[in-house]
């Protein structure tokens, strides 16, 4: 099966910026959809970024214009590039890849982001 490493979380102060990596190992031929969601204390967890195999992103409202996912093929390696980053960014950040239609689904294990002064 397909495994998923992230990493690349730490903390950071307001305005600051980091870069999260996602490492796949195994089989991705099936994949059609790589993205990061996030999940805060005590809410449920929302997509961040996504990109379908034919390049086709999509960003929560609230990311758009600060965060980039990007994608090195070569590495079988997603990132996530968070810049200008807010106290409301903090969150556990988790790496998806998955199927069409939802068929197959992988999630890392998760990365801490926080965001403080």
């Known amino acids: 099966q397909l495994q998923l490493v992230e990493s690349g979380g730490g903390l950071v102060q307001p305005g600051g910026s980091l870069r999260l990596s996602c490492a796949a190992s195994?089989?991705?031929?099936?994949?059609?959809?790589r993205g990061w969601y996030r999940q805060a204390p005590g809410k449920q967890r929302e997509l961040v970024a996504r990109?379908?195999?034919?390049?086709?992103?999509n960003y929560a409202d609230s990311v758009k214009g600060r965060f980039t996912i990007s994608r090195d093929n070569a590495k079988n390696t997603v990132y996530l590039q968070m810049n200008n980053l807010k106290p409301e960014d903090t969150a556990v950040y988790y790496c998806?890849?998955?199927?069409?239609?939802?068929?197959?689904?992988?999630w890392g294990q998760g990365t801490q982001v926080t965001v403080s002064s």
């Open positions: 990109m379908t195999s034919g390049g086709i992103t």
């Open positions: 195994g089989s991705i031929f099936s994949i059609y959809e």
């Open positions: 998806n890849h998955a199927g069409r239609y939802g068929s197959i689904r992988y």
